[in-house]
Nanobody, 119 residues
Framework: QVQLTENGGGLVQAGDSLTLSCAISGHTFGIYDMGWFRQAPGKERESVAT????????AYGDSVKGRFAISRDIGEKTVTLQMNSLKPDDTAVYYC????????????WGQGTQVTVSS
């Protein structure tokens, strides 16, 4: 069983930076990739960034390319989302998620952390 715990959210001003981290408890050998997702009020959940656990291959949503960076530390079992040049549109609850090797969907989700960017 995998459990995910996010932290690092908060209130920042436009243009600021913020770092989110996701701590993984449980076995990671069955994880294919990790992702950060976000959901703003009244909007659908969107994928922000993903990273494969083994090779570290990354992918980003169009709205955050060039501003956000995802990384993982296999030894520490953490996934980090570095967010730069934040905009008010980045305001959302951010979730960490893990997908198993044989899964089509993300199986494990954290509780979410609120990020609020003021203009």
């Amino acid at each position: 069983q995998v459990q995910l715990t996010e932290n690092g959210g908060g209130l920042v001003q436009a243009g600021d930076s913020l770092t989110l981290s996701c701590a993984i408890s449980g076995h990671t050998f069955g994880i294919y990739d990790m992702g950060w997702f976000r959901q703003a009020p009244g909007k659908e959940r969107e994928s922000v960034a993903t990273i494969t656990w083994g090779f570290g291959t990354t992918a980003y949503g169009d709205s955050v390319k060039g501003r956000f960076a995802i990384s993982r530390d296999i030894g520490e079992k953490t996934v980090t989302l570095q967010m730069n040049s934040l905009k008010p549109d980045d305001t959302a609850v951010y979730y960490c998620a893990a997908r198993a090797v044989d899964a089509r969907e993300y199986d494990y989700w954290g509780q979410g952390t609120q990020v609020t960017v003021s203009s």
